[in-house]
């Protein structure tokens, strides 16, 4: 008998299901504010496309790779933590 499922469920059902990923807040468009860079010019330099920054940018992504987010955090001048957030008790799809 094991005292812990194998995967990251919980009694509340899975670890990862849309409340959990909800409380994840992206803080692209602050960073972009901060360094008076677009979109476009953000694209260009991490070789993603407009679309798929705007899903991001936007809270709607479910996940992203770590080469991604390390090309982002180059073009961006910051670390992982600058760009994402985690509220625990207030699940957020992006914040400022």
């Known amino acids: 008998m094991k005292d812990k499922p194998d995967d990251d469920s919980t009694a509340e059902g899975?670890?990862?299901g849309p409340a959990?990923?909800?409380a994840i807040a992206i803080r692209l468009d602050a960073l972009l504010s901060e360094r008076n860079m677009t979109l476009t010019e953000l694209s260009d330099r991490v070789g993603v496309t407009i679309v798929n920054l705007s899903v991001?940018?936007?809270g709607r992504a479910r996940?992203?790779?770590?080469s991604?987010?390390?090309r982002l955090c180059r073009a961006l001048d910051c670390q992982p933590g600058d760009?994402?957030?985690?509220h625990?008790?207030?699940p957020a799809r992006s914040s400022g």
């Open 20 to 22: 959990e990923a909800a």
């Open 88 to 90: 625990a008790d207030h």
């Open 68 to 70: 991604t987010l390390a």
């Open 63 to 66: 996940a992203i790779r770590f």
């Open 83 to 86: 760009l994402l957030r985690y």
């Open 56 to 58: 991001l940018k936007n």
């Open 14 to 16: 899975p670890a990862d």
